[in-house]
Structures are given as structure tokens and as C-alpha cells.
């Protein structure tokens, strides 16, 4: 039922990307720096009593949906260039099907971070707008729905901190791809 909207393989292919390009496995301290880090940066900050405002939720909001169009034209580009990449079968020179290979896996690599930096900008769009539903009663069944607001917040700051390294990974790619092409 939910198949058509499953984001598991973004998620799941981005973590796939983490890897080693050596060995081809599973490379912890990117695990640690995509994942553990914003965890402990945004429990930090939520220690320290960085709160969100209105006008940070409102410059988020605005931040990420610019993002988000930007990326989606990036993804375009991406796809474009890899149907442009030569047709490796006539090509005989093993070193120029080498290249072509690592070409297209970087392609492929940047195509799914692109794509899981779409995922993390909804998402945070989606829970930035709920943070505007200001709650007038805190207390619900015993429950204090006013924490519900320190938990928004650090997993907003969460997904904004692993945005920012995802971004960052995706402009070293890119420029790794174009850097091969111009030198």
C-alpha cells in the first residue's frame, strides 16, 4: 500500500554511498560523521538552550524549500549528464572503460545523496510548518504536549545539521566529477 511512497531506498542506497571506495564496505567514521554526529551536535544545542523562534523557523522554512527546487534542477542535471556519458561497449581501451566506470558510479553516487537531500529538506519543511501549530493547552491525558516543541526542535536541528554534510559531500562530487572534466 505504502510502497509508492516508501523513501526506505533512498535511505537505505545514501548509507550504500558511505562506503570505502578502497575496500567497497561500509565506512564507520562516515556512519558516525552523517549520523551520530548531528545527534550529539543537536543534543548539545538543545542542552545549551538554543530554542527556535519564529523568525529561524520562518528563515528554515524558506531555506529549505530554496534548496529543495535547487536540488530537484541539480538532479535533472545529474541524469542529464549520465545519458550523455559514451557508450561503453565501443570503447576499447581498458583505461578509458575504467574511467567511464568510475564516472558513472560517481554520477550514481551523487544522484542518491541529491536525492536523500530532497528527502531530509521535506522532511524538515513538513515538521518546521507543524511547529507553527502552537498547542494552547499543554497538558493532554497527563501528557505535556509542550516538550512535544524540544523534541521538533532537535530533530530539526538533527536533519538541518546532516542537510548541511550531505550538501557539503554532494559539492565535494561534484566538483571531484567536473574537476576530471575540465583537468
Known amino acids: 500500500m505504502f ?18 571506495n578502497r575496500t567497497d564496505k561500509i565506512h564507520y567514521p562516515d556512519i ?17 538552550g538554543v530554542l527556535l523562534t519564529d523568525s529561524l523557523v520562518n528563515g528554515l522554512i524558506t531555506s529549505f524549500s530554496i534548496f529543495s527546487a535547487l536540488l530537484f534542477n541539480l538532479l535533472l542535471l545529474v541524469y542529464s549528464i549520465a545519458e550523455k ?16 566506470a568510475q564516472r558513472r558510479e560517481l554520477l550514481r553516487e551523487i544522484y542518491i545523496n541529491v536525492s536523500f537531500s530532497i528527502l531530509i529538506s521535506t522532511i524538515s519543511v513538513v515538521i518546521l510548518l507543524t ?4 498547542i494552547s493547552n499543554c497538558f493532554f491525558w497527563k501528557v505535556n504536549l509542550c516538550s512535544f516543541q524540544w523534541l521538533l526542535a532537535a530533530i530539526l536541528y538533527y536533519l538541518s545539521i546532516q542537510f548541511l554534510l550531505t550538501l557539503f559531500m554532494v559539492l565535494k562530487r561534484i566538483y571531484k566529477l567536473l574537476a576530471k572534466a575540465f583537468g
Do not use: R, W
Not at 3 to 18: E, P, Q
Not at 131 to 134: D, I, P, Q
Open 131 to 134: 511547529y507553527f501549530l502552537k
Open 85 to 100: 556519458n559514451p557508450d561503453s561497449t565501443k570503447i576499447t581501451d581498458q583505461l578509458e572503460i575504467k574511467k567511464n
Open 32 to 48: 558516525f560523521l552523517f549520523f551520530c554526529l548531528p545527534a550529539i551536535l543537536s543534543s548539545l544545542m538543545l542542552y545549551a
Open 3 to 20: 510502497a509508492k511512497i516508501s523513501v526506505a531506498g533512498i535511505v537505505k542506497d545514501h548509507i550504500s554511498t558511505l562506503k570505502n
